[in-house]
Every structure is written in C-alpha cells, then in structure tokens.
C-alpha cells in the first residue's frame, strides 16, 4: 500500500476510484487468512466509499479523504460488531461510535472493518483473542504483536492505509514494531478516550498504526483533541502534527539534528536479549550521530520496577473496569443460572478467558483490604519514581532512544526466549517481560513512536524490528520530525512483506 499522500494523489488524479480500490482490500481481507479482522460491514464501507469519491468528486480535497483504515475492535462502532476480542462482547453493537472513530469518519477516511486484539487489549502476541490468533504478514510462523496486531497486520500486510490501535503498556508501539510499520502512542490524555472499551483507564492511550511517522502525523491531526466527554482530556492548542516534517524529501540537509541531544537508557540498553535486536539498535544509534545528533548514555534508576509495577495497577484498573461484565447490562448473558450469584460465575466463568481471568483475580488481590498498601499502593510509588526518572532524563536530553522489545516477534502458541538461564517467578507469563521498554512511558504517560530500524538475521530474516523513540509530554509534533528524518534517511520502513523475497 502506498503511503497516504501518494495514494490521495492517485484517487485526486481519478488513477484509482475508492469504491475500486474499497473492493480490491475487502477482498484481500477475505483471502489473507490472517486472521487479523473480525468484522466487516461492506454496505457500510461501500457506503462511505461512495460519499468520499462524491467529495473527490466535487473538488474537496483533504488529507484522508477516501483512505482505507481499519478500528482496533476495542473502539466501539455503531456500524460494526465491538468484541474487544472477547466472548463476553461476542454479539454486542454499540449504539454510539467511539470519538476517535467519529474524528476519523469526519475526516472522510473509510472504515473497511474492525481488527483483532487481545482479549480486552489484555497481550504482547495477540493470541489472547477469543476468536482465533492473528498471525504476522511477515512471517506466518510468527505472532504479530499486541494487543494491537490485527491493526499491525493489516498495515503490514498493505490491507489498509492506516489503522487505530490503543496503548496501555506497550500495545501500539510492540505489534507496530513486529510487523515492521510505523506506530506512536501519544501523550496520555491527547486523543479522547470516550467510547474506547476500557482496560486500564489511567494507561489507556489510543493512536494511530501507518507506514510512516508523516502518515502517523496527519491521522493524529484528526485524532487528537479535548472531548468535553472524556474527563482525562487535555485542553491542548491546536497543533499541525506534520508541520515540522520534512515536506521536500529530495533536500534533506545534511545535519538535521545538530541541535539534539539524544539519550540511551542504559538500564534498556543492558536488557536487550536479542543480538539481532542489539545490532539494529546500534546501527540506528549510528545514522542519528550520522545525522548530527549528540547521543549520550543516560540512567532510568527504576526502570527495572516498571514491569512489576504495571502488572500490578494495569490488573487492578482493570478488574474494576471489568466488573461491569456481569451478564445483567450487556453481552453475554449464561443462561442456566438458577441465582443471582451463579448468573455473575457462570456468565463470567465462561465469557472471560484464562488471561483476562488472572489479571481479574491480581488485580482483585492487589486491591484487597491488607494486601492494598503492600501491593497497589507500592507500584503507585514506584510509578511516580518511574516518571521523575524520565523527567530528570530529559533535562539532559530531548529524546530518549531504545528498541521498542527486546526480542524478535516470537513464534506462535509460544512464549518469547529469554535462554535457559532465565526464570519467569511463578505463574509470571514470559511475555509480560517483553515489555520493559514501553511499560515506562506508559507509566509516566508520555509519548512514544515505534519506527522500523532492521530485520532479524538468518531465519529470523522476515521479523521486522523497531525502534522506540520517546519523548516528553505533548512533544508529538517534534518527536515526529525525529522520526521522520531517521525514515527519510534509511528506508527501512517502505519494505513491505510482498517486496521482499
Ligand atoms: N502487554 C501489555 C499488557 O498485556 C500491554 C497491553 C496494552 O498496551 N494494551 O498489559
């Protein structure tokens, strides 16, 4: 798929219609085998088609007009089913669309479905899906990332220009980097919230998933915003997210970074498992200092406490925000309860999975009168460390550069390898370990973008890598800029999973 610009150019010179080019990806949707989608509604789709190609038509021209793009199936939809991957949602139709799919509808954009996720957004692999497992473009044999990889893949796989994903600990930024595309989560309270099914409300960050850091820029223009209706909505100035991109890509001057001072978290440098991973990361090092960027090595003291500490407060969020699942207001209902309290067991018994059950019970735990101060209160702390610790970096530094995971995207039905020597603690899945390097941002609720940077070597040759850039709060529009400028200069994110042998 091209990038947005290039193909708003095809349909503005009439190369291409969107009701054609709608057809054409609908029925790629059909034959992928993926198992990225859940849900389509082609009449809607064909529908909107046919209003984007009237505007074209007419003259109208906008930056996302007519452009295929795809809902993580956590926002909800007045048009398409909303499961957030689970059986408890498994026929459930909102009455309303979620703000960020309202922005984007407005935008003239056209929503060809709804892709997979992790069961409530609760994964790294999206194999936590009650409907199936979805499966990377690059590499069938590998997961995709998520929670957000049906959204990933989709990209990846050029079924659609761009696609909304949700970030609570990593899940933009880890399936965008697995399937070798461009994701940022942005600073928490910048997009709207409102009509986004709920995981961990205080983490809970919703941003786009797109080819390039300037395709990332023009969709959070229509994305971001306050919404008097989210009550975390920050009253921001209107910003241009793609105002400081480079527009000319053929004069690009030769030190663009002179002023930056880049910082590496040695804390992040020192977890990397993969060698391949460590040797992307390097060589990325490399072209910014190529680019005129100071890099310097910096410390996140606590940086180590941010895995435990979100898997403590994101459970406990969590099992509150899920208690409305109880087969009274909405969704599954089980039907053979005799009482009120084996209506609540059963419903919940058999519309949750094993995954969503455990962070149900942590987070129950953590909460619980005698075990609240040892568990929940303690990773409140540590959260609050986690973010001075960012806040003291970046006086010393503008962005803070790391891989997006320390592994490659690990094989299906398995669990990432961190060798023999390591041991989970009990009961700890390894895959929550993947996530040291973007569970901090999260934490701290500043903005961070995953770039491609590489490949895996030798077998792992189709397992794309990324790189995370992370920067201060409503830094967007810079951060962007940076991102940018280390895709003009290296190209790696315009590989495509059919252009490669
Ligand atoms: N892997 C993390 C988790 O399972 C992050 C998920 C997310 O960002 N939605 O909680």
Request: charged share 20%.
């Amino acid at each position: 798929m091209q990038d947005i610009r290039l193909l708003r150019k095809s349909l503005e010179t009439k190369k291409i219609g969107v009701l054609e080019l709608v057809t054409d990806l609908l029925q790629k949707f059909e034959t992928n085998h993926l198992g990225a989608v859940l849900c389509v509604n082609k009449e809607e789709s064909f529908r909107q088609a046919t209003e984007a190609q009237k505007k074209i038509d007419a003259g109208i021209s906008e930056p996302l007009l007519g452009i295929p793009c795809a809902h993580k199936d956590v926002f909800v939809t007045k048009k398409w089913r909303t499961t957030a991957g689970s059986r408890m949602l498994a026929n459930y139709l909102s009455p309303f669309d979620a703000t960020v799919v309202k922005r984007i509808a407005e935008s003239g954009a056209v929503c060809l479905g709804k892709s997979s996720c992790d069961e409530f957004a609760m994964g790294s692999a999206n194999q936590n899906c009650a409907f199936g497992p979805c499966l990377n473009p690059w590499d069938k044999k590998a997961i995709p990332g998520g929670s957000s990889g049906g959204s990933a893949a989709l990209v990846g796989a050029g079924h659609v220009s761009f696609a909304t994903g949700t970030d609570t600990g990593g899940s933009i930024r880890q399936p965008a980097a697995m399937c070798g595309v461009t994701g940022i989560k942005p600073t928490y309270g910048l997009v709207s919230r409102w009509g986004i099914i709920a995981y961990a409300s205080s983490l809970d960050q919703a941003g786009p998933i797109a080819n390039s850091a300037y395709d990332c820029g023009m969709i959070l223009n229509a994305m971001a915003g306050f919404d008097p209706r989210d009550s975390t909505s920050q009253r921001t100035e209107s910003v241009d997210y793609c105002a400081l991109m480079n527009t000319n890509k053929e004069k690009i001057v030769r030190k663009p970074l002179e002023d930056m001072v880049l910082g590496i978290p040695s804390e992040y440098s020192k977890a990397i498992h993969s060698q391949d991973v460590a040797l992307a990361f390097q060589e990325s090092i490399q072209t910014y200092e190529k680019l005129g960027a100071t890099v310097k090595d910096v410390s996140l003291p606590h940086a180590n406490h941010s895995v435990a500490a979100y898997y403590v407060i994101a459970p406990a969020e969590a099992s509150s925000n899920l208690s409305r699942f109880d087969g009274v207001k909405f969704g599954f209902r089980n039907s053979r309860a005799d009482t009120l309290d084996d209506l609540y067991f059963n419903t919940r018994s058999e519309g949750f999975g094993e995954e969503v059950k455990r962070r149900i019970l942590v987070g129950t735990f953590v909460l619980s009168h005698g075990y609240y101060d040892a568990y929940y209160n303690q990773a409140s702390k540590v959260r609050r460390l986690v973010l001075s610790d960012f806040k003291s970096a970046f006086e010393g530094c503008d962005f803070l550069l790391s891989p997006s995971s320390p592994v490659l995207a690990w094989e299906l039905d398995a669990q990432p390898d961190f060798g023999i020597n390591f041991k989970a603690p009990e009961g700890v899945p390894k895959e929550y370990l993947a996530d040291l390097f973007t569970v901090g941002a999260s934490l701290a609720g500043l903005p961070a973008i995953s770039v491609p940077c590489g490949f895996g070597r030798g077998q792992f040759a189709r397992r794309p890598i990324g790189l995370q850039i992370i920067g201060p709060h409503f830094s967007e529009q810079r951060l962007l800029k940076v991102a940018d400028i280390f895709q003009t200069e290296t190209g790696w994110h315009t590989m495509k999973p059919s252009n490669i042998a």
